[in-house]
């Protein structure tokens, strides 16, 4: 209970005067030299820090079972190396998996198109063909005296 007292009045001094001395010593030591040492870290590293904490948290037994503090590490490091394998080869067949869809998706939108073409290149040819009429056009009203006799034979 003392202890979260104590982190308490950190976090408070953090908070409340940041400026001060103390608040200065704290941000440098518990915020920024750890971001700086996360950030220099690699993939596998990351994984076995959080593999090593998760197992120390959870698998207390587990020090016992392994023997020695040593081989708990190199257990974790083994775990840590075999999870960084496993994310490997799995972002390595996503990769492949995406260039197949990406291949298919292509092959098959040059389908649609094609399709798209035949179909709306038929309706621009089936277009009515304008034919230059022959003739004057008939015309009801017309006098039957003015109209020749074989338009009336017709």
């Keep these: 209970m003392t202890v979260y007292g104590l982190l308490i009045a950190l976090m408070l001094v953090m908070k409340l005067a940041p400026d001060s001395p103390l608040g200065n010593w704290l941000l440098r030591h518990g915020v920024e030299r ?19 904490l998760a197992l120390l948290a959870i698998g207390g037994e587990m020090i016992v079972a392994l023997g020695s503090a040593d081989l708990f590490v190199l257990y974790a490091l083994d775990l840590s190396l075999y999870i960084d394998g496993m994310l490997a080869v799995m972002a390595a067949a996503s990769v492949a998996r995406s260039r197949t869809g990406f291949t298919l998706l292509r092959a098959q939108t040059s389908q649609m198109a094609a399709r798209l073409r035949r179909v709306f290149g038929q309706r621009r ?5 304008e034919r230059p009429r022959r003739g004057e056009p008939t015309n009801d009203d017309e006098h039957p005296a003015t109209t020749p006799v074989w338009k009336i034979a017709a």
């Design 34 to 52: 750890p971001l700086e040492r996360l950030g220099s870290m690699r993939r596998h590293h990351l994984i076995f820090a959080v593999l090593f």
């Design 125 to 129: 040819k089936r277009r009515r063909i």
